[in-house]
């Protein structure tokens, strides 16, 4: 369904993105995963047919990106990371206008939509926090019911329940076959939605790998602290691979020795044990290892 070959678009000083060559098969979750700055929007923004490549091609259904730009965003629904508002509108004004640009002919999802979402589209936008602007953009980008879905971070200022509930959306979008790409910055929230994860680095396409593939290789880290720096001490000697220690607190890694590391706890006095949450850069590391990481 989205087909990149060699797509090159560089603005200097190794920014942009360059020789980029991916695939989206029709009804799959690609994860498009990478740092802030490594070319994420970028790459969805030749999908869209806003910018001119420097060299290769992007096409969504045989339509190339660019030449037929107009015809591909009718049936593809696409929330920016950067939102631009008529901020004097109402949420219902702008989504009307939205609805009329799209030639929409019924309601009904983007109702839906707002109800899950717990949206009040009544007031202007302009007074919308940064979490209501977020899920009119999801609105915006879903009601209409399209074929392919172009997401730039969109749990970007949404709380924990409400990043819960687009979990659920994205899932019922998925279930009804459509071909969705989403950028981010966090693994766990692509692990939960996609079926493929695609990591990007300095605009160069690092790993492509199946979601399950890389949730294996992820090393756990757990967070011991003692009962005093004694005890820290002396747990940081049994050979295990311990990533930071601060005085009674220290930081372990696990791969494939969970049974030694939990052999090892009775010896200590533990005041608590609480787990670290990896970002996408302690993942990467430990699948691709740091040489390839610099490369």
Known sequence: MIVIEGLTKSYGQDKGIFDLTLQVAEGETLGYLGPNGAGKTTTIRHLLGFLNPDAGRCAIKGLDCREQAAEIQAFTGYLPG????????SGYQFLDLMAGMRQMRSTAKRDRLIDALELDCSGKIRKMSKGMKQKLGLVAALMHDPAVLLLDEPTSGLDPLMQQRFVALIQEEKAAGKTILMSSHSF?????TCDRVAIIRHGRLVALEDVG??????????IVTFADESQADAFAQTGLAIVAQNGPIVEVAIQDNLTEFLAALPHYAIAALDT????????????????????
Do not use: S, V, W
């Not at 593939?213 to 757990?222: I, P, V």
């Not at 670290?276 to 740091?290: C, H, P, R, S, T």
């Open 213 to 222: 593939t890389l949730r294996a290789a992820q090393q756990k880290r757990y």
């Open 188 to 192: 766990p929230e692509t692990e939960r």
């Open 82 to 89: 950067e939102m631009a508002f008529l901020d004097n509108m």
């Open 276 to 295: 670290a949450q990896l970002g996408l850069e302690d993942i990467f590391m430990q699948y691709y290892g740091k040489e390839q990481a610099h490369d």
